[in-house]
């Protein structure tokens, strides 16, 4: 699933910033071998955007679990969950990830460990509630993603060709920061609280996914984080052959990100 490729600039023409590239090394991310990928980022207070690899920026891809962001806040928005302590009872089929049973998708949980635990059965409950129609409704509200829901599958953001780039990403995460979505009040104080940690220096509205798609794992990690009066908009992607094993490629999405976001902040 290939986008039509454009330079980044012109599909950012009529924002208000300017695009530089990423002051990187020559190995960019200082990828292991096997892995490929790329990191986005938005520096709000200077309104610029900053990339390791301008194709990538601009490739869709299945969102994976990076959509429970927007999707929590379509699923509070709809009342498909009173709030994010509701629990739903787990009906006893027993989920695996990448083989093995995992115990925090085999129990009941709310919305807040399902967001953090990545549950897949949770939100594919809140689709079902949802349904296909009002999605379209918030996609094109929101500017997320390709609109692509032929899947016929409920997880159609881990399956399927809908699809969203690192830009889009970030676009959409931009809105949710200045309320520029279609929610409540209420909806984005829950949603940002159950995105909120703090790590590596900074206060950090994030999360991360992992899908596979066309023979390869695709990693992600998104978000934003308030560090030294500032707020930089982050969307890093990275793939893998599906078959090749590579255990510190969950790992790998986050420490890239932050080793690129202390680069840009000045930080050794």
């Given at each position: ?250 790992a790998l999405r986050k ?13 050794k």
């Amino acid at each position: 699933m290939k986008t039509a490729y454009k330079s980044l600039a012109q599909r950012l023409i009529g924002m208000s910033c300017s695009l530089l590239p990423l002051p990187l090394t020559a190995q960019h991310l200082s990828l292991p071998d096997g892995i490929e990928g790329s990191t986005t980022v938005f520096d709000l207070k200077h309104k610029q955007w900053h990339y390791t690899d301008e194709r990538d920026a601009l490739h869709e891809s299945l969102p994976a679990s990076t959509f429970k962001i927007l999707h929590s806040c379509i699923a509070l928005e709809e009342g498909a969950v009173a709030d994010e302590r509701q629990v739903l009872k787990w009906d006893g089929t027993v989920n695996k990830f990448l083989g093995e049973p995992f115990a925090a998708w085999n129990a009941d949980t709310d919305m807040e460990q399902a967001y953090r635990n990545s549950t897949i059965w949770f939100y594919a409950e809140m689709a079902r509630r949802v349904g296909r129609p009002v999605y379209r409704r918030y996609f094109k509200a929101s500017s997320y993603g390709n609109g692509d829901l032929r899947e016929t599958g409920t997880d159609f953001w881990n399956y399927g060709t809908f699809g969203v780039t690192p830009v889009g990403q970030i676009n959409f995460l931009r809105k949710l920061y200045s309320r520029q979505l279609p929610f409540s009040e209420r909806t984005y104080a829950i949603v940002q609280r159950i995105m909120r940690t703090e790590h590596d220096g900074g206060v950090f509205y994030e999360k991360t996914g992992w899908t596979r798609q066309d023979g390869k794992d695709i990693g992600w990690y998104v978000g934003f984080v308030e560090q030294k009066a500032n707020v930089y908009f982050f969307a890093t992607r990275l793939t893998k052959k599906a078959l090749t094993a590579h255990p510190g490629f969950g790992a790998l999405r986050k420490s890239v990100t932050i080793a690129v976001l202390k680069k840009l902040a000045g930080e050794k």
